[in-house]
T-cell receptor
Framework: EAGVTQFPSHSVIEKGQTVTLRCDPISGHDNLYWYRRVMGKEIKFLLH????????ESGMPNNRFLAERTGGTYSTLKVQPAELEDSGVYFC??????????????FGPGTRLTVT | DAKTTQPPSMDCAEGRAANLPCNHSTISGNEYVYWYRQIHSQGPQYIIHGLKNNETNEMASLIITEDRKSSTLILPHATLRDTAVYYCIVRVGGGSEKLVFGKGTKLTVNP
């Protein structure tokens, strides 16, 4: 079974440009999450989709970030325009829906974003 | 904010048991203790979870105190590949709740 995949693995852009990150969750996982770690900080939650609906976007830092999950499958996270402080590693995770302690979140390898 | 407290770093000799402590004195009755780890630049990886009983799987054991205010993750025979940052997270069980990461414990396994 394929795990969570993320593309690209690394992106270098200039301040003011736009970048789109993609996440493909594990097949059948309706929960999809975005997290990020910026330099020297802890991993922070950004938002949570259940299928195509945004369940919780309390962690989105500002309106330069736009997440979508059309059709409830893969998700994209767009940063427009990118700022220097957006540099970091962006992780995607997925899990099954439902209340069960064993439904842990599976993480992708992350996308390292560098804004210069 | 994270609801747990962990030592920032620990060392362990290869082949020995690694015991990683975690304090979660404000844990609620319906909250589970989860452990994840992040090896170098990879994505976090689930290890184990428990409510009040001790748990064991192929990766590790989890010992939770009777008052549930603290726990210990045990890697019985640490290898160099276990060098990672280990996160103790308390949350209501189920896949839907977000994870709140603290600073974790940087475990270094030495040859």
């Amino acid at each position: 079974e394929a795990g969570v995949t993320q593309f690209p693995s690394h992106s270098v852009i200039e301040k003011g440009q736009t970048v789109t990150l993609r996440c493909d969750p594990i097949s059948g996982h309706d929960n999809l999450y975005w997290y990020r770690r910026v330099m020297g900080k802890e991993i922070k939650f950004l938002l949570h989709f259940v299928k195509e609906s945004k369940q919780d976007e309390s962690g989105m830092p500002n309106n330069r970030f736009l997440a979508e999950r059309t059709g409830g499958t893969y998700s994209t996270l767009k940063v427009q325009p990118a700022e220097l402080e957006d540099s970091g590693v962006y992780f995607c995770a997925s899990s099954q829906v439902g209340w069960a302690p064993s439904y842990e979140q599976y993480f992708g390898p992350g996308t390292r974003l560098t804004v210069t | 904010d994270a609801k747990t407290t962990q030592p920032p770093s620990m060392d362990c000799a290869e082949g020995r048991a690694a015991n990683l402590p975690c304090n979660h004195s404000t844990i609620s009755g319906n909250e589970y203790v989860y452990w994840y780890r992040q090896i170098h630049s990879q994505g976090p990886q689930y290890i184990i979870h428990g409510l009040k009983n001790n748990e064991t799987n192929e990766m590790a054991s989890l010992i939770i105190t009777e008052d549930r205010k603290s726990s210990t993750l045990i890697l019985p025979h640490a290898t160099l590949r276990d060098t990672a940052v280990y996160y103790c997270i308390v949350r209501v069980g189920g896949g839907s709740e977000k994870l709140v990461f603290g600073k974790g414990t940087k475990l270094t396994v030495n040859p």
